[in-house]
T-cell receptor, first 113, second 114 residues
């Protein structure tokens, strides 16, 4: 189906483990984004990408790594998960932000124990 | 309104009433604005947008008002329904600057009582 999909939907991992959250979009949108959403902080930008092989840090990038070898995929990796990374993670994509903004995925709820 | 501390501002209305949700944006150079709706357990969803050359824009049951003088945005929902219960937040863009990075407000929780 067309759209933007995130996987897994829910994930529980242990402190210190590496975990990768997947994001796939079918529109060939140039821009892709990773946000985390926490109560009291709203949406905070972790990383973004303007095109394949072009990525840049957002406001809270520490502890995260991204890659974008293909336009449609933008995985987010937590290299060594910490409890402070427990959050809901949203991926978003856009072709032209000034036309209807971003389209968001359904989110991944990550719990680090 | 904007959130303060750990709790979202909340608005509680009766089914059938009109709702008004407010947002103060931060950048006077912003020229494009969006309202998003986020239902529990879901990602944010586009509702309506407005450009800075407009003061008002209407959609289906929703109206967005923009006051650039005081940097204020509002979302009006007519005849509010239980399905409108969600968190609503605004986003702003300076298309002449970083033209792909939206800045999001923290949101308002709307609860519709049947």
């Amino acid at each position: 189906d067309a759209g933007i999909t995130q996987s897994p939907r829910y994930k529980i991992t242990e402190t210190g483990r590496q975990v990768t959250l997947m994001c796939h979009q079918t529109w060939s949108h140039s821009y892709m984004f990773w946000y985390r959403q926490d109560l009291g902080h709203g949406l905070r930008l972790i990383y973004y990408s303007a095109a394949a092989d072009i990525t840049d840090k957002g406001e809270v990038p520490d502890g995260y790594v991204v890659s974008r070898s293909k336009t449609e995929n933008f995985p987010l990796t937590l290299e060594s998960a910490t409890r402070s990374q427990t959050s809901v993670y949203f991926c978003a994509s856009s072709a032209w932000v000034a036309l209807r903004g971003y389209t968001f995925g359904s989110g991944t709820r990550l719990t680090v124990v | 309104g904007e959130s303060v501390g750990l709790h979202l501002p909340t608005l509680s209305v009766q089914e059938g009433d009109n709702s008004i949700i407010n947002c103060a944006y931060s950048n006077s150079a912003s020229d494009y604005f969006i309202w998003y709706k986020q239902e529990s357990g879901k990602g944010p969803q586009f509702i309506i947008d407005i450009r800075s050359n407009m003061d008002k824009r209407q959609g289906q049951r929703v109206t967005v008002l923009l006051n650039k003088t005081v940097k204020h945005l509002s979302l009006q929902i007519a005849a509010t329904q239980p399905g409108d219960s969600a968190v609503y937040f605004c986003a702003e863009l300076n298309s002449g600057g970083s033209n792909y990075k939206l800045t999001f407000g923290k949101g308002t929780l709307l609860t519709v009582n049947p």
